[in-house]
């Protein structure tokens, strides 16, 4: 299981820039490609799912989160992103992404 500690981590996984190290808002559109893996992170984030294009894994409990769909987490909670029956190994994200390590 990966564990993003700083946001600068997240966002260098994502391919993006970080223009502030306690918080960052990204069209997750421009990111580039991410793989399906479980996940931890240091600091908080509300992430706007724009697309169907896998399943959340949050604790044990799979979701199943429709387009549009808001998934928020705090510091140390396991999040899994799992394909959907279509998926391939890496998909491309679609929706916009907060991160802060402020609460």
């Known amino acids: 299981m990966t564990h993003f500690e700083t946001i600068q981590e997240f966002n260098d996984m ?3 820039e970080t223009l502030h190290p306690m ?3 990204v069209n997750l559109g421009l990111a580039k490609p991410m793989k ?3 996940h931890t992170n240091g600091f908080y984030s509300v992430m706007l799912k724009d697309e169907k294009f896998c399943d959340i ?3 044990r409990s799979r979701y199943d ?3 549009g769909s808001v998934v928020l987490t705090a510091p140390g909670q396991v999040v899994g992103i799992e394909p959907t029956n279509d998926s391939q190994d890496l998909f491309q994200p679609v ?3 907060s991160s802060s390590l402020l609460s």
């Open 95 to 97: 929706g916009w992404g």
């Open 36 to 38: 399906h893996m479980r």
């Open 14 to 16: 994502l391919g993006v």
């Open 23 to 25: 918080v960052s808002v």
């Open 65 to 67: 989160y429709d387009k």
């Open 57 to 59: 894994v949050y604790g």
